[in-house]
């Protein structure tokens, strides 16, 4: 079975300041993460995602994120935000090649502050 | 392009009348859909997936129930709303593999 952890439920930041979300994850086999973001009172859009290859994996926005097998970690990073940035983002992690099982961090809510 | 829509995008209802929420996916075929329901500090809870037309499978006992009466049609219904079937219901689709694509929302009120 697999389990998400997203460590901060809010993190307020200045803007132009750099980010990080962090996600940790367990899973017994190979998995995909995801992130998502999702602004007030719409549905989630995904900002990136690791299926296999690179473990630097750069979405939009100007958002990245790295996999780090050994740490079962999956941070999102931004180098410079911006007040458009304050949202509510999810980490998931399914087993590779089935959505059905994806699981949902509790999200993290970013409050980018002038 | 693929596009989805869901509607209504607000609703409140009185405990014990029905619901219906409906979700369209256009520019694709045969694609897996997803609904979705977000409560407050509760993360996202998977309530059906369909992989197919009349193909609907339940993830959590409630007193919810899906339909997919068209290939890019999913409508999430109950008989008898609960004040425990508020909170804001995402219907999402995915192609065989990777990421979802979720529409913009519900937002459902049980007075």
């Known amino acids: 079975a697999q389990s998400v952890t997203q460590l901060d439920s809010q993190v307020p930041v200045f803007e132009e300041a750099p980010v990080e979300l962090r996600c940790n994850y367990s899973s017994s086999v190979s998995v995909y993460l995801f992130w998502y973001v999702q602004y007030p009172n719409q549905g989630l859009q995904l900002l990136l995602k690791?299926?296999?290859?690179s473990t630097l994996v750069k979405g939009i926005n100007g958002f990245e994120a790295e996999f780090n097998k050994s740490q079962t970690s999956f941070h999102l990073r931004k180098p410079s935000v911006h007040i458009s940035d304050t949202a509510e983002y999810f980490c998931a992690v399914g087993p590779a090649g089935n959505n059905r099982k994806l699981i949902w961090g509790l999200g993290t809510s970013l409050a980018v502050n002038p | 392009s693929q596009t989805i829509h869901q509607w209504p995008a607000t609703l409140v209802q009185p405990v014990g009348s029905p619901l219906s929420l409906e979700c369209t996916v256009e520019?694709?075929?045969?694609?897996?859909l997803y609904w979705y329901r977000q409560a407050a500090g509760r993360g996202l809870q998977l309530l059906f997936y369909?992989?197919?037309?009349?193909?609907i499978s339940s993830e959590v006992p409630q007193n919810l129930s899906a339909s997919r009466p068209q290939d890019r049609q999913f409508i999430l219904s109950s008989k008898k709303l609960l004040l425990s079937d508020s909170g804001f219901y995402l219907c999402a689709w995915s192609p065989d593999t990777g990421e979802l694509f979720f529409g913009e929302g519900s937002r459902l009120t049980v007075l």
């Open positions: 369909s992989v197919g037309i009349g193909q």
């Open positions: 690791y299926l296999s290859g």
């Open positions: 520019g694709t075929s045969n694609p897996n």
